[in-house]
């Protein structure tokens, strides 16, 4: 895929002071032009297999390519933002300022300047809904859609974004050594470009995709089979066409909102040293989540069961009703429909330079829960893919801590000015104008999920996107036998397959399905027990030191030197990308990777040394 962006911004502001107030206003406005182009699915199609075994014997597991016919063409989208403020500082007593602020930002939906839109108005339609001059154009014209027009991607909810603040900064008693300061306000965010660019790689009419999966082709008396021409193949096609791929947008657009407070003390304990504490907490509802929304029809559909206890028929019972939505097959919706909730708390001390020295030290305990983490299924840089099966209605079987939610961070630096010892003329040139630095960083570490992409869960439940595995009854959900031990990090007997429950008699032995059809513990068409981001990721330390020199040779010509030495004591930081967290294969075995299951087989970075040199003249 090609991105581009280009902005353009215009901005300005106004300060008026009038007795004991100060005002602030102004406006900005940003012209912004995207360029989007892209093919999907590798371009020309991608086969998926469940292991070494069915690949050499060529039976795919399923097959994702374009249509024939359709291509994506290259986008040019047009969008404006623009933003107006207001601010009154008003010091109502020396001692005690309040801040009231006002401030309005709203942005157009991302428009496409040959009207090259569509959109799902609605999640059962189906077909899509096009634009007046996509309807009419020749190119599009092969593929329906539904009666009636849109004019954008979808409805805009940024038009009433008005966002008050307030703070408040107070010294009791006058005091200059200790001070409160509290504050709250409301936020909003306008769609962007990283926002949109997922949906626009596979929205019909303009890229249709289709995926056939190996169980449905049979079902039709045809055999998947990895060959040349396969995708023009008329039995393969009428099976693509079938259940075309679409990612789009919920059209009823909500305004991503959060709420954000925080309140800290600060406290001079002596002359040039401070401490102080403080607690921020924020609430944030409708944040942009991509989710799978087509999974098949489950047992009692359309009402959601109570419990969210969701059984989903197997393929080929008489139960088995297919997708929710039948004219399409995955269906990736970006919906604004995540919910967070954080906590934390501050603590910090702070010695001011004084005889060369300053030293800055805080401590972060804090709490990131949410129902979702990103809007893309790899481009979050998160150790983890973010999009997931849409469990219709559901929310809280997602409710975890987020993926980035680090519990703890202790911060600390320091700088020390060397002192030349009163020498002087070569010998001062030689001691003086050193310094010394360092930073010290302790970390919890991130969470992550335990996974299963089994067969039998795809074909009963449709999609086994962060379809989570089930917990041995008793079991520990996070199960961390050593943090520095990267061949034992966590333990997998603490967990099962999404499709088998209780308590299983059986060992686990490799290449064998822990449990199979017929076993009391067989119960496939159920999404796992265990929840979002249960275990806990390997944390970190690191301890990063540099050494300056200067040397001033004239007024106008220096030479300077530096020395930094990044994690300087060489520490090994486990690190949770690439660990196996999904320990069985897509045939519910314990996967061919057992020797690594609960290994860790990634670090950061060793010790590394840079230097340089700078002349400045």
Same mark, same amino acid.
């Given at each position: 895929?090609?991105?581009?962006?280009?902005?353009?911004?215009?901005?300005?502001?106004?300060?008026?002071?009038?007795?004991?107030h100060?005002?602030?206003?102004?406006?900005?406005?940003?012209?912004?032009? $995207?360029?989007?182009?892209s093919?999907?699915?590798?371009c020309?199609?991608?086969?998926?297999?469940?292991?070494l075994?069915?690949?050499?014997?060529?039976?795919?597991?399923?097959?994702?390519?374009?249509?024939?016919? +359709?291509?994506?063409?290259?986008?040019?989208?047009?969008?404006?933002?623009a933003?107006f403020?207001?601010?009154?500082?008003?010091?109502?007593?020396?001692?005690?300022?309040?801040?009231l602020?006002?401030?309005?930002?709203?942005?157009?939906?991302?428009?496409?300047?040959?009207?090259?839109?569509?959109?799902?108005?609605?999640?059962?339609?189906?077909y899509?809904?096009?634009?007046?001059?996509v309807?009419?154009?020749?190119?599009?014209?092969?593929?329906? +859609?539904?009666?009636?027009?849109?004019?954008?991607?979808?409805?805009?909810?940024?038009?009433?974004?008005?966002?008050?603040?307030?703070?408040?900064?107070?010294?009791?008693?006058?005091?200059?050594?200790?001070?409160?300061?509290?504050?709250?306000?409301i936020? $909003?965010?306008v769609p962007?470009?990283?926002?949109?660019?997922?949906?626009?790689?596979?929205?019909?009419?303009?890229?249709?995709?289709?995926?056939?999966?190996?169980?449905?082709?049979a079902?039709?008396?045809?055999?998947?089979?990895?060959?040349?021409?396969?995708?023009?193949?008329?039995?393969?096609?009428?099976?693509?066409?079938?259940?075309?791929v679409?990612?789009?947008?919920?059209?009823?657009m909500?305004? %991503?909102?959060?709420?954000?407070?925080s309140?800290t003390?600060?406290?001079?304990?002596?002359?040039?040293?401070?401490? @102080? /504490?403080?607690?921020?907490?924020?609430?944030?509802?409708?944040?942009?989540?991509?989710?799978?929304a087509?999974? !098949?029809?489950?047992?009692?559909?359309?009402?959601?069961?109570?419990?969210?206890?969701?059984?989903?028929?197997?393929?080929? %019972?008489?139960?088995?009703?297919?997708?929710?939505?039948?004219?399409?097959?995955?269906?990736?919706? =970006?919906?604004?429909?995540?919910?967070?909730?954080?906590?934390?708390?501050? =603590?910090?001390?702070?010695?001011?330079?004084?005889?060369g020295?300053?030293?800055?030290?805080?401590f972060?305990?804090?709490?990131?829960?949410?129902?979702? @983490?990103g809007?893309?299924?790899?481009?979050?840089a998160?150790s983890?893919?973010?999009?997931?099966?849409?469990?219709?209605?559901?929310?809280n079987?997602?409710?975890?801590?987020?993926?980035?939610d680090?519990?703890?961070?202790?911060?600390?630096?320091?700088?020390y000015?060397?002192?030349?010892?009163?020498?002087?003329?070569?010998m001062? /040139?030689?001691?003086?104008?050193?310094?010394?630095?360092g930073?010290?960083?302790?970390?919890?570490?991130?969470?992550?999920?335990?996974?299963?992409?089994?067969?039998?869960?795809?074909?009963?439940?449709?999609?086994?996107?962060n379809?989570?595995?089930?917990?041995?009854?008793g079991g520990?959900?996070?199960?961390?036998?050593?943090?520095?031990d990267?061949?034992?990090?966590?333990?997998?007997?603490?967990?099962?397959?999404?499709?088998?429950?209780g308590?299983?008699?059986?060992?686990?032995?490799?290449?064998q399905?822990?449990?199979? /059809?017929?076993?009391?513990?067989?119960?496939?068409?159920?999404?796992?027990?265990?929840?979002r981001?249960?275990?806990?990721g390997?944390?970190? /330390?690191?301890?990063?030191?540099?050494?300056?020199k200067?040397?001033n040779?004239?007024?106008?010509?220096?030479?300077?030197f530096?020395?930094?030495?990044?994690?300087?004591l060489?520490r090994?930081?486990?690190?949770?990308? !690439?660990?196996?967290?999904?320990?069985?294969?897509t045939?519910?075995?314990?996967?061919?990777?057992?020797?690594?299951?609960?290994? =860790?087989v990634?670090?950061?970075?060793?010790?590394? =040394?840079?230097?340089?040199?700078?002349?400045?003249?």
């Amino acid at each position: 895929s090609t991105y581009g962006q280009t902005s353009f911004q215009y901005k300005e502001g106004l300060s008026i002071a009038r007795g004991n107030h100060s005002y602030r206003m102004g406006a900005e406005i940003r012209q912004l032009r $995207y360029l989007q182009g892209s093919c999907s699915r590798g371009c020309n199609g991608v086969f998926i297999w469940n292991d070494l075994r069915t690949f050499l014997l060529n039976q795919p597991r399923q097959l994702d390519t374009y249509i024939p016919g +359709s291509d994506n063409p290259t986008r040019h989208l047009n969008q404006s933002i623009a933003g107006f403020y207001f601010q009154d500082n008003w010091q109502m007593t020396p001692s005690f300022n309040v801040n009231l602020g006002m401030r309005y930002e709203f942005g157009t939906v991302p428009d496409e300047q040959n009207d090259l839109e569509s959109a799902l108005v609605h999640i059962n339609d189906p077909y899509v809904t096009v634009t007046e001059k996509v309807k009419n154009d020749p190119r599009f014209s092969r593929f329906p +859609s539904m009666p009636g027009t849109v004019d954008s991607l979808f409805t805009n909810p940024t038009l009433k974004s008005f966002s008050p603040r307030i703070g408040l900064a107070w010294s009791p008693g006058g005091s200059k050594r200790f001070s409160i300061r509290s504050g709250f306000g409301i936020f $909003y965010e306008v769609p962007n470009l990283y926002n949109i660019r997922n949906p626009l790689q596979e929205i019909p009419p303009f890229a249709v995709v289709g995926s056939v999966l190996a169980t449905n082709a049979a079902q039709a008396g045809v055999t998947l089979r990895m060959q040349p021409g396969v995708a023009n193949d008329s039995a393969v096609v009428g099976l693509l066409r079938g259940s075309p791929v679409i990612r789009g947008f919920e059209y009823d657009m909500k305004n %991503t909102t959060i709420y954000r407070w925080s309140t800290t003390l600060q406290q001079e304990v002596m002359p040039g040293f401070v401490v @102080s /504490a403080g607690y921020t907490g924020s609430r944030g509802i409708h944040l942009w989540h991509q989710k799978q929304a087509n999974t !098949n029809r489950w047992l009692g559909f359309p009402n959601i069961p109570a419990n969210d206890a969701f059984v989903y028929p197997l393929l080929g %019972t008489p139960q088995y009703q297919g997708f929710v939505n039948p004219n399409f097959g995955e269906m990736r919706i =970006i919906a604004p429909d995540v919910d967070s909730y954080f906590h934390g708390l501050a =603590i910090g001390a702070e010695k001011r330079l004084s005889r060369g020295w300053q030293v800055q030290a805080a401590f972060n305990l804090s709490k990131n829960i949410d129902t979702g @983490s990103g809007i893309t299924s790899s481009g979050d840089a998160f150790s983890q893919g973010q999009w997931s099966i849409h469990y219709r209605g559901a929310k809280n079987m997602f409710k975890g801590p987020a993926q980035f939610d680090i519990r703890r961070v202790l911060t600390s630096n320091f700088t020390y000015d060397v002192p030349d010892f009163g020498t002087a003329g070569l010998m001062k /040139a030689v001691v003086g104008g050193w310094q010394f630095s360092g930073i010290v960083t302790l970390r919890d570490g991130a969470w992550v999920s335990l996974l299963n992409s089994s067969t039998v869960q795809l074909n009963a439940i449709g999609n086994t996107a962060n379809l989570r595995t089930n917990l041995v009854a008793g079991g520990n959900i996070n199960p961390v036998v050593d943090t520095r031990d990267e061949r034992n990090y966590y333990d997998v007997a603490m967990f099962l397959p999404s499709s088998c429950t209780g308590v299983t008699s059986r060992g686990i032995v490799p290449g064998q399905p822990v449990c199979r /059809a017929g076993d009391a513990e067989y119960q496939p068409g159920r999404f796992g027990n265990v929840g979002r981001n249960t275990l806990s990721g390997p944390g970190g /330390a690191t301890l990063d030191l540099s050494l300056k020199k200067a040397v001033n040779i004239t007024e106008n010509h220096k030479v300077e030197f530096t020395a930094e030495f990044f994690n300087f004591l060489n520490r090994t930081n486990l690190s949770d990308l !690439n660990m196996n967290l999904t320990p069985f294969d897509t045939n519910d075995r314990p996967s061919a990777a057992l020797a690594t299951n609960g290994q =860790i087989v990634n670090s950061g970075l060793p010790r590394t =040394i840079q230097m340089g040199l700078k002349y400045t003249f």
